[in-house]
């Protein structure tokens, strides 16, 4: 990820390699990514056939391709989050599978620069033939990341020298050719706007343009798509012949006993008569992967919501290097109409199934939370690619929101299982697994916890931009010199901050402090002086002054439980209340309220909650209790804890009164 200033941002975003996260909260989050989660993680990949992929395409082993025609991005996810760690950190066996992989892809990579494992060991003579449904483009997309990521870590070139044969492959293809050449999975805009920043050579930068621009300008948008997904259906069946002559018993055997190979199949088994129509025909009228209307008409967002979020990424990136209004007037209309209308109230998205995207306004049953972890993700990177373009404190709130809720459910506490879907509430069978045919999720959680310091601080003109109250040290240059912010946090247990300045230098610039949304009352002192001035929630406080070495400001944003009502407009949710507490979202489950049935108790809406830290439980959380219209009292923990102790019942939304 390049990090430098953009021509069209009013901020410059701090990289999380100058960030030391040393936070009461986090950091335990992060040490479980980098010492277990990341070789876990490895191992499943090894496991399911990931890396076996890329020996057979190197030819170092004999066999086929195995798993889903998507896996290499799976391996490249995985590597860009090894990345980040030997970024920050010295972990010299992590260091040394990296290596591994990166010869192993660097082998399979063909003469011309291809690279996709599923094409090359099967059919080479049908590369690039579907882009709509076969996600080479996407893959290769991660692999640039991952090699962009790679290089800035270690400065080896070993990896991206075979990420930028491979780009330049893909704009010797694409680039001012005619047709609609338009990738269904979009990511490949994303790496090629990062390769046009650490390279400066803009063929980059107009090849992920058009790719941008040829959205929904397929005048028989159904025959083509009725054409591709034909011929995917043709491929992949294929494909499973070939397979079925290379299948080892042994690895049948492990296969089986996890019963995952049927789960693709499975999940299309089990949609209802509603959802495969809504599948059908949101893939025919194009909108399952943003095809339907050119971007600068859009008016709300549509379709597979993993997608949607990539495009809206891609689309603020071209803003940052154009400054076309156009972009970013249709971007803020689509962000206000996810917010208002097509939005959990963990900041999840993705309320059909049959797609994993996005339903009819105000159609989120919290029975039908679908809230895919790698919809999170993409969530977290637009808004900050938003937040970036126009220092508006409102992208900020909601990444907040994200990080504590919609993503961090994503994870076990222990780091080795993970929630693909994301349900409001549990019936004693939802439970996280250990891993997924579509790993996704699994790569995409931990390369975003290993670089969110990049969500803390930004730089302008200004000064200093304080986005997330995160325990830091912030490593910063205003007007060509050092500052440092270290910060101290009780978040999210507690709204005491404490941030302190270290200068070589006395310099007059404004500290931008975000008042969170969520926040009644919020107290600040500057070097042990009351602040007298109107402090407004869900803005940013500037504080202009000339600041000094040692100075430092105490902020206490009051913190205390509420109960949120639904908007009456989402009918399933009327008379439903939701308990939060500062950024967190709280649910009930089960094994805390042994006594009463959480499905059929009602909370009466004006009552003062206790809250509770409990050292001993599910890491350290602050459980809230309350009492319910028959006077018993019920306990609800963090939404993002739920789950990690066993099967359990669980709801977000409670009946109310």
Same mark, same amino acid.
């Given at each position: 990820m390049?990090?430098?200033k953009r021509?069209?941002?009013?901020l410059?975003?701090?990289?999380?390699?100058q960030v030391e996260?040393?936070?009461k909260?986090w950091?335990?989050r992060?040490?479980?990514?980098r010492?277990v989660s990341?070789y876990?993680q490895?191992?499943m990949l090894e496991k399911d056939h990931h890396?076996?992929?890329f020996?057979?395409?190197?030819a170092?082993k004999k066999?086929v391709?195995?798993g889903?025609?998507?896996?290499?991005?799976d391996?490249y996810?995985w590597l860009e989050?090894?990345s980040?760690?030997l970024?920050t950190?010295d972990?010299?066996?992590l260091?040394?599978?990296?290596?591994?992989i990166?010869?192993l892809?660097?082998?399979?990579?063909?003469k011309?620069?291809?690279?996709?494992?599923f094409y090359?060991t099967?059919?080479?003579q049908k590369r690039?033939t579907?882009l709509?449904?076969?996600?080479e483009?996407y893959?290769a997309?991660?692999?640039i990341?991952?090699a962009v990521?790679?290089y800035e870590?270690?400065?080896?070139?070993t990896?991206l020298?075979?990420a930028?044969?491979?780009?330049?492959l893909i704009?010797?293809m694409?680039?001012?050719?005619k047709?609609?050449?338009v990738?269904g999975?979009?990511e490949?805009?994303? %790496?090629?706007?990062?390769l046009f920043?650490?390279?400066?050579d803009?063929k980059?930068?107009?090849?992920a343009?058009?790719?941008?621009d040829?959205r929904?300008?397929?005048?028989?948008?159904k025959?083509k798509?009725?054409?591709?997904y034909?011929?995917?259906v043709?491929?992949?069946n294929?494909?499973? /012949?070939?397979n079925?002559?290379?299948k080892?018993e042994?690895?049948e055997?492990e296969?089986?006993k996890?019963?995952?190979?049927?789960?693709i199949?499975?999940?299309?088994?089990?949609l209802?008569?509603?959802?495969?129509?809504?599948?059908?025909y949101?893939?025919?009228?194009?909108?399952?992967?943003?095809?339907?209307?050119p971007?600068?008409e859009v008016?709300e967002?549509?379709?597979?919501?993993?997608?949607a979020m990539?495009l809206?990424c %891609?689309m603020?990136d071209l803003?940052?290097?154009s400054?076309?209004?156009?972009?970013?007037k249709?971007?803020?209309r689509?962000w206000?109409k996810?917010?208002?209308a097509?939005?959990y109230?963990?900041?999840?998205?993705?309320?059909?199934k049959?797609? =994993?995207g996005?339903?009819?306004?105000f159609k989120?049953?919290?029975n /039908?939370?679908y809230?895919?972890?790698?919809?999170a993700?993409g969530n977290l990177m637009?808004?900050?690619?938003m937040?970036q373009?126009?220092?508006?404190?409102?992208?900020?709130?909601?990444?907040?929101?994200?990080?504590y809720n919609?993503?961090?459910?994503g994870q076990?506490?222990?780091?080795?299982?993970?929630?693909?879907?994301?349900?409001?509430?549990?019936?004693?069978k939802?439970?996280?697994?250990?891993w997924?045919?579509?790993?996704?999720c699994?790569?995409?959680f931990?390369?975003?916890?290993?670089s969110?310091?990049k969500y803390?601080?930004s730089?302008?003109?200004?000064?200093v931009?304080?986005?997330?109250y995160?325990g830091?040290?912030?490593?910063?240059?205003v007007d060509e010199y050092?500052?440092?912010i270290?910060q101290?946090s009780?978040f999210?247990?507690?709204g005491?901050v404490k941030?302190k300045?270290e200068?070589? /230098?006395?310099q007059?610039?404004s500290?931008?402090?975000?008042?969170?949304?969520?926040?009644d009352e919020? /107290?600040l002192?500057i070097?042990g002086?009351?602040?007298?001035?109107?402090?407004?929630?869900g803005r940013y406080? =500037?504080i202009l002054r000339?600041?000094k070495?040692?100075?430092?400001?105490?902020?206490?944003?009051?913190?205390?439980p509420k109960?949120?009502e639904s908007?009456?407009?989402i009918?399933s949710?009327?008379?439903r209340?939701?308990?939060?507490?500062?950024?967190?979202?709280y649910?009930?489950?089960?094994i805390?309220?042994e006594?009463?049935d959480i499905f059929?108790l009602?909370i009466?809406?004006?009552?003062?909650f206790k809250?509770?830290?409990?050292p001993?439980?599910l890491?350290g959380?602050n459980?809230? =209790?309350?009492?319910t219209l028959?006077?018993?009292?019920?306990?609800?923990i963090p939404?993002?804890?739920w789950?990690n102790?066993?099967?359990?019942?669980m709801?977000?939304?409670?009946?109310c009164i």
């Open positions: 390049s990090y430098g021509p069209y941002n009013k410059t975003p701090i990289p999380f390699y996260i040393d936070d909260f950091s335990k992060q040490k479980i990514n010492e990341i876990h490895l191992k890396i076996d992929n020996r057979v395409a190197a170092i066999g391709h195995l889903e025609f998507y896996f290499d991005s391996l996810k989050a090894a980040y760690i970024h950190h972990h010299k066996e260091s040394k599978q990296v290596n591994i990166i010869k892809i660097e082998k399979s990579q063909m011309d620069g291809y690279i996709n494992t090359s099967k059919f080479s690039f579907n709509n449904y076969m996600h483009l893959c997309g991660h692999l990341q991952a990521a790679h870590a270690t400065h080896s070139k990896i020298n075979v930028v044969k491979f780009a330049n704009v010797r694409f680039l001012r050719r047709g609609d050449f990738p999975h979009e490949i805009e994303l %790496a090629l706007f990062e920043r650490m390279t400066e803009r980059y930068l107009e090849l343009k058009e790719f941008i040829n929904g300008i397929n005048k028989n948008l025959w798509i009725l054409s591709q034909l011929n995917m043709s491929t992949l294929k494909a499973k /012949k070939i079925s002559k290379f080892k042994q690895l055997v296969i089986n996890r019963n995952d190979f049927d789960e199949e499975n999940f299309y088994a089990d209802n008569l509603i959802e495969n129509i809504k599948f059908i949101s893939n025919l009228n194009g909108t399952f992967q943003q095809l339907n209307i971007v600068r008016l967002p549509v379709g597979h919501a993993v997608r990539y809206y %891609a603020a803003y940052s290097e400054g076309e209004e156009l972009i970013l249709v971007l803020k689509i206000i996810i917010v208002k097509k939005m109230i963990t900041g999840g998205i993705g309320s059909i049959g797609i =994993e996005f339903e009819k306004d989120l049953k919290f /039908k939370s809230s895919e972890t790698c919809a993700v637009w808004n900050w690619r937040l373009i126009t220092a508006n404190c409102k992208y900020a709130d909601l990444i907040e929101i994200l990080l919609a993503f961090l459910v076990s506490l222990d780091g080795k299982r993970y929630f693909y879907i994301n349900p409001l509430i549990a019936i004693n939802e439970n996280r697994k250990e997924f045919l579509c790993a996704c699994p790569p995409n931990i390369r975003t916890i290993m969110m310091g803390i601080y730089i302008s003109e200004r000064g931009w304080i986005h997330q995160i830091s040290k912030g490593n910063l240059i050092k500052v440092k270290i101290e009780e999210p247990w507690n005491g941030l300045i200068s070589i /230098k006395n007059k610039f500290i931008f402090l975000r008042i969170p949304n969520w926040c919020t /107290k002192r070097n002086e009351k602040f007298q001035n109107m402090i407004s929630a406080l =500037e000339n600041w070495d040692g100075d430092n400001i105490e902020l206490n944003f009051s913190m205390k109960l949120i908007d009456s407009r009918k949710n009327r008379n209340g939701v308990i939060s507490y500062g950024p967190l979202i649910c009930l489950e089960q805390d309220n006594h009463i059929n009602i009466p809406k004006h009552q003062e809250v509770r830290y409990e001993n439980l890491d959380v459980t809230i =209790e309350g009492t028959t006077d018993e009292t019920f306990t609800s939404y993002y804890a789950n102790r066993g099967i359990n019942k709801q977000v939304w409670n009946k």
